[in-house]
T-cell receptor, first 112, second 114 residues
Framework: SQQGEEDPQALSIQEGENATMNCSYK?????LQWYRQNSGRGLVHLIL?????REKHSGRLRVTLDTSKKSSSLLITASRAADTASYFC????????????FGKGTKLSVKP | KAGVTQTPRYLIKTRGQQVTLSCSPI?????VSWYQQTPGQGLQFLFE???????NKGNFPGRFSGRQFSNSRSEMNVSTLELGDSALYLC?????????????FGPGTRLTVT
């Protein structure tokens, strides 16, 4: 079963707007990662945030982690058409021996 | 550095046949993980190999197996193919434990079982 659940399942916005995707998980984790996948291709790593971190930035990306609520959010600011992709969170539940469990993803569509 | 490569990229097989997929990780990476991606189940972890040893295994039947060679290249095999095995198979490499480092994914092998 999936550890992470992304919300919403699909999101459609205009270029220039911000996009926020959420991820909730069930058990305690060591780290949480976000990945992007363009249609039918391999995944690309975006950010890794450790359980003792609350916020991380990378360019136009901002990730927050709230371990008390078992949730994370990914914010993409000033979105571009090229940001159109599916976004996945991946967690490593404690005791999982280090492998990642992916959610089902949020499909983001950015219209020019 | 060259990225993760997977061969073949596309494959069509018939029910009951077997298939072998190959993955070459980034040079120096010792961990290779395999995932199955389908529209219904999403990305599901198959197994992870590190230094030729299977370190973790997902919840898949024994028809799914894999191995890793001394040069870290990995293969996965699916025997007695079923229609439900149609999926995108992704491999990913990382220096050590997948959860502690970013994983580098290959482009995937799209398997169609007819």
């Amino acid at each position: 079963s999936q550890q992470g659940e992304e919300d919403p399942q699909a999101l459609s916005i205009q270029e220039g707007e911000n996009a926020t995707m959420n991820c909730s998980y069930k058990t305690s984790i060591n780290n949480l990662q976000w990945y992007r996948q363009n249609s039918g291709r391999g995944l690309v790593h975006l950010i890794l945030i450790r359980s003792n971190e609350r916020e991380k930035h990378s360019g136009r990306l901002r990730v927050t982690l709230d371990t008390s609520k078992k949730s994370s959010s990914l914010l993409i600011t000033a979105s571009r058409a090229a940001d159109t992709a599916s976004y996945f969170c991946a967690t490593d539940p404690r005791g999982s021996q280090g492998n990642l469990i992916f959610g089902k993803g949020t499909k983001l569509s950015v219209k020019p | 550095k060259a990225g993760v490569t997977q061969t073949p990229r596309y494959l069509i097989k018939t029910r009951g046949q077997q298939v072998t997929l190959s993955c070459s990780p980034i040079s120096g990476h010792r961990s290779v993980s395999w995932y199955q991606q389908t529209p219904g189940q999403g990305l599901q972890f198959l197994f992870e190999y590190f230094s030729e040893t299977q370190r973790n295994k997902g919840n898949f039947p024994g028809r799914f197996s894999g191995r890793q060679f001394s040069n870290s290249r990995s293969e996965m095999n699916v025997s007695t193919l079923e229609l439900g095995d149609s999926a995108l198979y992704l491999c990913a490499s990382s220096p050590t434990t997948p959860s502690s480092y970013e994983q580098y994914f290959g482009p995937g092998t799209r398997l169609t079982v007819t």
